[in-house]
Protein backbone atom coordinates (compact mmCIF):
# COMPACT_ATOMS: atom_id res chain seq x y z
CA UNK A 1 0.00 0.00 0.00
CA UNK A 2 2.70 2.28 0.82
CA UNK A 3 4.80 2.13 -2.61
CA UNK A 4 1.69 3.33 -4.74
CA UNK A 5 1.28 6.12 -2.94
CA UNK A 6 5.10 6.93 -2.95
CA UNK A 7 4.78 6.45 -6.37
CA UNK A 8 1.45 9.04 -6.66
CA UNK A 9 3.32 11.80 -4.40
CA UNK A 10 6.24 11.70 -6.89
CA UNK A 11 3.75 12.34 -9.94
CA UNK A 12 2.40 15.57 -8.17
CA UNK A 13 3.82 18.70 -9.76
CA UNK A 14 4.98 21.59 -7.77
CA UNK A 15 3.99 24.73 -8.01
CA UNK A 16 6.86 26.94 -8.82
CA UNK A 17 7.54 31.04 -8.32
CA UNK A 18 8.40 33.28 -11.31
CA UNK A 19 9.95 36.82 -11.14
CA UNK A 20 8.72 40.12 -12.87
CA UNK A 21 10.81 42.84 -13.32
CA UNK A 22 10.28 46.38 -13.78
CA UNK A 23 12.65 48.63 -15.95
CA UNK A 24 12.97 51.90 -14.30
CA UNK A 25 14.33 53.99 -17.52
CA UNK A 26 11.04 52.49 -19.45
CA UNK A 27 8.51 51.90 -16.86
CA UNK A 28 8.04 48.70 -18.70
CA UNK A 29 7.12 45.09 -16.55
CA UNK A 30 8.33 41.90 -18.04
CA UNK A 31 8.95 38.47 -17.39
CA UNK A 32 12.47 37.19 -16.69
CA UNK A 33 13.78 34.60 -18.46
CA UNK A 34 17.66 34.79 -17.64
CA UNK A 35 21.21 36.42 -17.58
CA UNK A 36 23.38 36.12 -20.50
CA UNK A 37 26.87 35.88 -19.79
CA UNK A 38 27.71 39.57 -19.76
CA UNK A 39 25.03 40.08 -17.16
CA UNK A 40 22.42 41.72 -18.96
CA UNK A 41 18.99 40.54 -18.03
CA UNK A 42 16.75 38.70 -20.60
CA UNK A 43 13.00 39.10 -19.64
CA UNK A 44 9.60 39.26 -22.41
CA UNK A 45 6.44 40.91 -22.09
CA UNK A 46 3.78 38.38 -22.99
CA UNK A 47 1.38 39.33 -26.04
CA UNK A 48 -2.11 37.33 -25.63
CA UNK A 49 -2.73 34.12 -26.56
CA UNK A 50 1.68 33.61 -26.24
CA UNK A 51 2.49 30.66 -23.73
CA UNK A 52 6.50 31.56 -23.39
CA UNK A 53 9.21 30.46 -21.63
CA UNK A 54 10.14 32.06 -18.61
CA UNK A 55 11.91 31.31 -15.42
CA UNK A 56 10.62 29.19 -12.65
CA UNK A 57 12.41 28.87 -9.35
CA UNK A 58 11.26 26.40 -5.98
CA UNK A 59 8.57 27.83 -3.78
CA UNK A 60 10.95 26.55 -0.73
CA UNK A 61 12.15 29.43 1.47
CA UNK A 62 16.02 28.58 1.39
CA UNK A 63 15.74 27.75 -2.18
CA UNK A 64 14.73 30.86 -3.62
CA UNK A 65 16.68 32.60 -1.44
CA UNK A 66 19.44 30.68 -2.54
CA UNK A 67 18.77 31.24 -6.39
CA UNK A 68 17.31 35.35 -5.90
CA UNK A 69 21.02 35.63 -4.02
CA UNK A 70 22.86 34.50 -7.11
CA UNK A 71 20.70 36.08 -9.61
CA UNK A 72 21.38 39.56 -8.05
CA UNK A 73 24.98 39.05 -7.73
CA UNK A 74 25.10 38.12 -11.60
CA UNK A 75 23.29 41.01 -13.10
CA UNK A 76 25.33 44.08 -14.29
CA UNK A 77 23.09 46.62 -13.51
CA UNK A 78 20.66 45.69 -10.62
CA UNK A 79 19.78 48.90 -9.58
CA UNK A 80 17.96 49.39 -12.79
CA UNK A 81 15.29 47.08 -11.73
CA UNK A 82 12.85 45.95 -9.95
CA UNK A 83 11.42 42.47 -9.25
CA UNK A 84 8.34 41.11 -7.93
CA UNK A 85 7.45 37.02 -6.90
CA UNK A 86 4.34 35.42 -8.63
CA UNK A 87 3.32 32.08 -9.14
CA UNK A 88 4.00 30.78 -12.37
CA UNK A 89 0.49 30.60 -13.66
CA UNK A 90 -0.25 33.66 -12.95
CA UNK A 91 2.48 35.21 -14.34
CA UNK A 92 1.64 36.66 -17.69
CA UNK A 93 -1.96 37.74 -16.19
CA UNK A 94 0.31 39.21 -12.85
CA UNK A 95 2.44 40.96 -15.72
CA UNK A 96 -0.45 42.58 -17.70
CA UNK A 97 -2.00 43.82 -14.38
CA UNK A 98 1.07 45.01 -13.38
CA UNK A 99 1.72 47.08 -16.55
CA UNK A 100 -1.66 48.31 -16.37
CA UNK A 101 -1.18 49.83 -12.69
CA UNK A 102 2.22 51.50 -13.46
CA UNK A 103 0.93 53.10 -16.96
CA UNK A 104 -2.09 54.82 -14.65
CA UNK A 105 0.43 55.56 -11.28
CA UNK A 106 1.20 58.27 -9.68
CA UNK A 107 4.29 59.22 -8.54
CA UNK A 108 3.45 58.38 -4.70
CA UNK A 109 1.75 54.85 -6.47
CA UNK A 110 4.87 54.01 -8.21
CA UNK A 111 7.09 54.63 -5.59
CA UNK A 112 4.27 52.21 -3.23
CA UNK A 113 5.51 49.63 -5.11
CA UNK A 114 8.42 48.97 -3.13
CA UNK A 115 7.23 47.23 -0.25
CA UNK A 116 6.02 44.33 -2.94
CA UNK A 117 9.33 43.96 -4.62
CA UNK A 118 11.41 41.35 -4.06
CA UNK A 119 14.51 42.93 -2.39
CA UNK A 120 18.11 41.48 -1.93
CA UNK A 121 18.71 43.18 1.15
CA UNK A 122 15.73 40.90 2.54
CA UNK A 123 16.73 38.07 0.86
CA UNK A 124 20.52 38.43 2.21
CA UNK A 125 19.14 39.13 5.76
CA UNK A 126 17.02 35.89 6.00
CA UNK A 127 20.25 33.67 4.67
CA UNK A 128 22.47 35.80 6.91
CA UNK A 129 19.54 34.95 9.91
CA UNK A 130 21.50 31.95 11.84
CA UNK A 131 20.65 31.00 15.50
CA UNK A 132 23.32 32.26 18.17
CA UNK A 133 25.43 29.39 19.14
CA UNK A 134 25.72 29.91 23.07
CA UNK A 135 29.53 27.34 22.99
CA UNK A 136 30.49 29.96 20.43
CA UNK A 137 29.78 32.86 22.41
CA UNK A 138 31.73 31.18 25.21
CA UNK A 139 35.01 30.57 22.67
CA UNK A 140 35.04 34.15 21.84
CA UNK A 141 37.11 35.05 25.04
CA UNK A 142 40.37 35.90 24.71
CA UNK A 143 41.54 35.45 28.53
CA UNK A 144 41.13 33.58 31.49
CA UNK A 145 39.43 35.44 34.48
CA UNK A 146 41.51 33.15 36.95
CA UNK A 147 44.80 34.44 34.98
CA UNK A 148 44.20 38.16 35.98
CA UNK A 149 46.00 40.23 38.39
CA UNK A 150 44.30 41.23 40.69
CA UNK A 151 46.01 42.52 43.68
CA UNK A 152 47.31 45.20 40.91
CA UNK A 153 43.87 46.00 39.59
CA UNK A 154 42.66 46.53 43.50
CA UNK A 155 45.27 48.99 43.81
CA UNK A 156 43.65 51.01 40.84
CA UNK A 157 40.69 50.70 43.34
CA UNK A 158 39.10 48.01 41.27
CA UNK A 159 37.78 44.91 42.06
CA UNK A 160 36.03 41.63 40.57
CA UNK A 161 32.39 42.39 41.93
CA UNK A 162 32.49 46.49 40.38
CA UNK A 163 33.91 45.54 36.78
CA UNK A 164 31.19 43.01 36.90
CA UNK A 165 28.19 45.26 37.89
CA UNK A 166 29.56 48.55 35.38
CA UNK A 167 29.39 45.75 32.49
CA UNK A 168 33.38 45.48 32.25
CA UNK A 169 34.57 42.19 32.83
CA UNK A 170 33.06 40.77 30.08
CA UNK A 171 34.35 43.09 27.21
CA UNK A 172 37.96 43.16 28.79
CA UNK A 173 37.94 39.29 29.06
CA UNK A 174 37.68 39.32 24.76
CA UNK A 175 39.96 41.54 24.61
CA UNK A 176 38.37 44.54 24.30
CA UNK A 177 38.79 48.27 26.41
CA UNK A 178 36.23 48.63 28.49
CA UNK A 179 33.29 50.46 26.68
CA UNK A 180 32.75 53.17 29.22
CA UNK A 181 35.10 55.37 31.52
CA UNK A 182 36.38 53.54 35.13
CA UNK A 183 36.71 55.46 38.02
CA UNK A 184 40.89 54.58 38.90
CA UNK A 185 42.98 55.72 41.83
CA UNK A 186 46.64 55.85 41.54
CA UNK A 187 48.29 56.13 44.65
CA UNK A 188 51.49 58.31 43.99
CA UNK A 189 53.63 58.83 47.61
CA UNK A 190 51.89 60.58 49.74
CA UNK A 191 48.95 61.39 47.44
CA UNK A 192 46.09 59.44 45.18
CA UNK A 193 45.48 60.96 41.69
CA UNK A 194 42.13 59.82 41.26
CA UNK A 195 40.42 59.80 37.36
CA UNK A 196 38.41 57.63 34.55
CA UNK A 197 39.74 56.23 32.37
CA UNK A 198 39.21 53.00 30.19
CA UNK A 199 41.06 49.60 30.94
CA UNK A 200 42.19 46.63 29.18
CA UNK A 201 43.94 43.67 29.95
CA UNK A 202 48.07 42.69 28.17
CA UNK A 203 49.79 39.22 29.43
CA UNK A 204 53.24 40.33 30.43
CA UNK A 205 56.30 38.23 29.82
CA UNK A 206 55.19 35.99 33.14
CA UNK A 207 51.87 35.35 31.51
CA UNK A 208 49.76 37.18 34.24
CA UNK A 209 46.94 39.43 32.79
CA UNK A 210 47.61 43.09 34.04
CA UNK A 211 46.14 46.24 33.41
CA UNK A 212 46.41 48.99 30.41
CA UNK A 213 45.07 52.21 31.62
CA UNK A 214 43.45 54.53 28.99
CA UNK A 215 42.80 57.83 30.51
CA UNK A 216 41.26 60.84 29.68
CA UNK A 217 43.06 63.62 27.35
CA UNK A 218 41.95 67.42 27.61
CA UNK A 219 42.22 67.13 23.58
CA UNK A 220 44.39 65.48 21.00
CA UNK A 221 47.15 67.56 20.18
CA UNK A 222 46.90 67.76 16.30
CA UNK A 223 50.19 69.90 16.30
CA UNK A 224 52.43 66.93 16.78
CA UNK A 225 53.24 64.30 13.79
CA UNK A 226 51.17 60.76 14.56
CA UNK A 227 53.36 58.60 13.32
CA UNK A 228 54.78 61.23 10.43
CA UNK A 229 51.04 62.11 9.55
CA UNK A 230 50.38 65.84 9.60
CA UNK A 231 46.86 66.39 10.37
CA UNK A 232 45.27 68.88 8.32
CA UNK A 233 42.52 71.49 9.22
CA UNK A 234 39.67 68.86 7.03
CA UNK A 235 41.73 65.98 9.25
CA UNK A 236 40.81 67.78 12.24
CA UNK A 237 37.21 68.70 11.82
CA UNK A 238 36.64 64.73 10.08
CA UNK A 239 38.35 63.58 13.99
CA UNK A 240 36.63 65.87 15.96
CA UNK A 241 33.11 65.53 14.53
CA UNK A 242 32.77 61.66 13.65
CA UNK A 243 35.72 60.53 15.53
CA UNK A 244 37.18 59.08 12.30
CA UNK A 245 39.77 60.87 10.24
CA UNK A 246 37.91 59.61 6.64
CA UNK A 247 40.93 58.93 4.62
CA UNK A 248 43.58 56.52 4.29
CA UNK A 249 47.16 57.70 4.88
CA UNK A 250 50.95 56.37 5.49
CA UNK A 251 52.34 56.10 8.79
CA UNK A 252 55.97 56.02 9.39
CA UNK A 253 56.82 52.84 12.16
CA UNK A 254 59.24 54.81 14.64
CA UNK A 255 61.44 52.45 14.67
CA UNK A 256 61.54 49.49 11.45
CA UNK A 257 60.80 52.95 9.57
CA UNK A 258 58.14 50.71 7.65
CA UNK A 259 55.37 52.64 5.38
CA UNK A 260 52.02 51.52 7.14
CA UNK A 261 49.07 52.68 4.96
CA UNK A 262 46.06 53.07 8.36
CA UNK A 263 43.15 54.71 8.85
CA UNK A 264 42.87 57.07 12.17
CA UNK A 265 39.88 57.49 14.65
CA UNK A 266 39.68 59.18 18.30
CA UNK A 267 38.70 57.12 21.23
CA UNK A 268 35.82 59.79 21.84
CA UNK A 269 35.98 59.12 25.47
CA UNK A 270 39.41 59.39 26.01
CA UNK A 271 40.39 61.93 23.19
CA UNK A 272 42.95 59.70 22.39
CA UNK A 273 44.31 58.96 18.69
CA UNK A 274 44.66 55.27 17.23
CA UNK A 275 45.63 53.69 13.50
CA UNK A 276 44.54 50.76 11.98
CA UNK A 277 46.49 48.95 9.48
CA UNK A 278 44.37 49.06 6.09
CA UNK A 279 45.58 45.74 5.26
CA UNK A 280 43.66 44.40 7.93
CA UNK A 281 40.44 46.00 7.68
CA UNK A 282 37.95 43.30 6.96
CA UNK A 283 34.61 44.51 5.48
CA UNK A 284 31.36 42.62 6.10
CA UNK A 285 29.85 41.37 2.79
CA UNK A 286 26.61 41.91 4.37
CA UNK A 287 25.13 45.05 6.77
CA UNK A 288 21.64 44.61 8.04
CA UNK A 289 20.43 42.61 5.38
CA UNK A 290 21.76 44.98 2.71
CA UNK A 291 24.95 43.06 0.20
CA UNK A 292 27.47 45.45 -0.20
CA UNK A 293 28.89 45.75 -3.81
CA UNK A 294 32.69 45.45 -4.31
CA UNK A 295 32.78 49.12 -4.66
CA UNK A 296 31.09 49.98 -1.14
CA UNK A 297 33.63 47.81 0.53
CA UNK A 298 36.51 49.22 -0.98
CA UNK A 299 34.86 52.47 -0.08
CA UNK A 300 34.79 51.83 3.33
CA UNK A 301 38.11 50.21 3.51
CA UNK A 302 39.64 53.34 2.68
CA UNK A 303 37.87 55.33 5.40
CA UNK A 304 35.30 56.91 3.70
CA UNK A 305 31.33 57.77 4.38
CA UNK A 306 29.06 54.97 2.73
CA UNK A 307 25.27 55.85 2.77
CA UNK A 308 23.40 52.74 3.24
CA UNK A 309 19.66 52.66 2.51
CA UNK A 310 16.88 49.83 3.61
CA UNK A 311 18.77 48.36 6.05
CA UNK A 312 16.63 45.86 8.41
CA UNK A 313 16.47 46.37 11.93
CA UNK A 314 15.92 43.73 14.52
CA UNK A 315 12.38 44.96 14.68
CA UNK A 316 12.10 44.20 10.82
CA UNK A 317 11.78 47.66 9.51
CA UNK A 318 13.81 49.36 7.17
CA UNK A 319 16.05 52.22 7.62
CA UNK A 320 18.80 53.85 5.87
CA UNK A 321 22.03 55.59 7.84
CA UNK A 322 25.48 56.55 6.61
CA UNK A 323 28.43 54.21 7.95
CA UNK A 324 31.96 54.41 8.49
CA UNK A 325 34.78 52.23 9.87
CA UNK A 326 36.16 53.18 13.24
CA UNK A 327 39.89 52.27 13.61
CA UNK A 328 39.38 52.50 17.47
CA UNK A 329 36.62 50.08 17.46
CA UNK A 330 38.04 48.15 14.65
CA UNK A 331 34.68 47.57 12.99
CA UNK A 332 32.24 49.73 10.43
CA UNK A 333 30.05 51.46 12.98
CA UNK A 334 26.64 53.41 12.09
CA UNK A 335 27.26 57.08 12.30
CA UNK A 336 23.69 58.49 14.06
CA UNK A 337 23.85 62.38 14.81
CA UNK A 338 27.50 62.85 14.08
CA UNK A 339 27.08 65.78 11.54
CA UNK A 340 27.65 64.10 8.44
CA UNK A 341 25.65 65.83 5.53
CA UNK A 342 23.43 63.30 3.37
CA UNK A 343 21.22 63.70 0.93
CA UNK A 344 17.44 64.25 1.87
CA UNK A 345 15.67 61.07 1.52
CA UNK A 346 13.19 62.96 -0.87
CA UNK A 347 16.44 63.83 -3.26
CA UNK A 348 16.11 60.62 -5.41
CA UNK A 349 19.78 60.39 -7.30
CA UNK A 350 18.97 59.79 -11.38
CA UNK A 351 20.86 56.60 -12.97
CA UNK A 352 22.14 58.63 -15.51
CA UNK A 353 23.91 62.31 -15.95
CA UNK A 354 24.10 64.03 -19.36
CA UNK A 355 23.68 60.92 -20.86
CA UNK A 356 26.50 59.14 -18.58
CA UNK A 357 25.53 56.06 -16.76
CA UNK A 358 26.55 56.35 -12.91
CA UNK A 359 29.00 54.26 -11.51
CA UNK A 360 27.95 52.54 -8.16
CA UNK A 361 31.04 54.28 -6.25
CA UNK A 362 29.25 57.90 -7.60
CA UNK A 363 26.06 57.33 -6.55
CA UNK A 364 27.50 56.05 -2.81
CA UNK A 365 29.79 59.76 -3.11
CA UNK A 366 26.63 61.43 -3.88
CA UNK A 367 24.54 59.53 -1.14
CA UNK A 368 26.72 60.10 1.40
CA UNK A 369 26.70 64.51 0.59
CA UNK A 370 29.90 64.20 -1.25
CA UNK A 371 31.23 65.24 -4.76
CA UNK A 372 32.27 62.88 -7.39
CA UNK A 373 34.42 63.42 -10.30
CA UNK A 374 32.82 62.24 -13.55
CA UNK A 375 34.47 61.46 -17.02
CA UNK A 376 33.13 60.79 -20.77
CA UNK A 377 30.69 64.11 -20.92
CA UNK A 378 30.06 65.70 -23.78
CA UNK A 379 28.86 69.01 -25.32
CA UNK A 380 26.92 69.96 -28.13
CA UNK A 381 29.49 69.70 -31.01
CA UNK A 382 31.03 66.49 -29.54
CA UNK A 383 33.57 67.84 -27.77
CA UNK A 384 34.21 65.84 -24.39
CA UNK A 385 34.73 67.49 -21.09
CA UNK A 386 34.70 66.61 -17.60
CA UNK A 387 34.27 67.79 -13.95
CA UNK A 388 32.19 67.30 -10.46
CA UNK A 389 28.82 66.14 -9.74
CA UNK A 390 27.61 68.05 -6.04
CA UNK A 391 24.44 68.12 -4.17
CA UNK A 392 23.46 71.90 -3.22
CA UNK A 393 21.78 72.27 -0.33
CA UNK A 394 20.04 76.02 -1.14
CA UNK A 395 18.34 74.64 -4.76
CA UNK A 396 17.59 70.76 -3.74
CA UNK A 397 19.42 70.07 -6.80
CA UNK A 398 22.54 68.50 -8.14
CA UNK A 399 25.05 70.72 -9.95
CA UNK A 400 27.81 70.59 -12.34
CA UNK A 401 31.42 72.14 -11.65
CA UNK A 402 34.34 71.65 -13.25
CA UNK A 403 36.50 72.50 -10.08
CA UNK A 404 36.47 70.41 -6.98
CA UNK A 405 33.63 71.93 -5.28
CA UNK A 406 35.43 71.33 -1.97
CA UNK A 407 38.23 73.59 -3.45
CA UNK A 408 36.14 76.15 -4.95
CA UNK A 409 34.03 76.72 -1.89
CA UNK A 410 37.30 77.54 0.57
CA UNK A 411 38.19 79.93 -2.11
CA UNK A 412 33.99 81.48 -2.83
CA UNK A 413 34.76 82.17 1.31
CA UNK A 414 37.52 84.63 0.47
CA UNK A 415 36.23 85.78 -2.60
CA UNK A 416 31.83 85.18 -2.58
CA UNK A 417 31.39 86.27 -6.53
CA UNK A 418 33.71 84.21 -7.93
CA UNK A 419 31.68 80.76 -8.97
CA UNK A 420 31.69 78.62 -12.33
CA UNK A 421 28.93 76.37 -11.00
CA UNK A 422 26.02 74.80 -13.50
CA UNK A 423 22.99 73.84 -12.69
CA UNK A 424 21.33 70.75 -14.29
Not at 9 to 18: A, L
Not at 357 to 385: H, M, P, R, T, V
Not at 408 to 417: C, L, T, V
Request: positive net charge.
Amino acid sequence: MKEPENKASDSIVKVRDSLLVLHHDTHRIGIVQDIDKDGNLIDISPQRDQVPEFLNVEREKESFTAFFSDFYQHLKHPEEFSFFKVREYEAIQSCQDLQRYIDQATPKDYQALSQYEINVDRVEAIKQAAPINKNHEKERYLYNLHDIDWLMLEKLGLNQQLLQKLGALEPMLKGYKTPMLVPVSIKMASFIIRTDARISLRTNVSGVLEPVIFPIRKAPDFKERFYGHYFTKEDQHNLRTTGNMGRTVDLIHPVTHEVIPSLISMDRLTNELIFYRQENIQIPNVIKGVHLTQEQRDRLKTGKVLFLENMQSKKGTLFSAPLQFNAEKGYTEFLFNHGIKTLPSSFKIPATFRGNKLKYWQYDKLKAGEACYINGLFAKYGKSYQGYISFNQNTGKLEFSFGNPSKKQQANQKNPNQSNQRKL
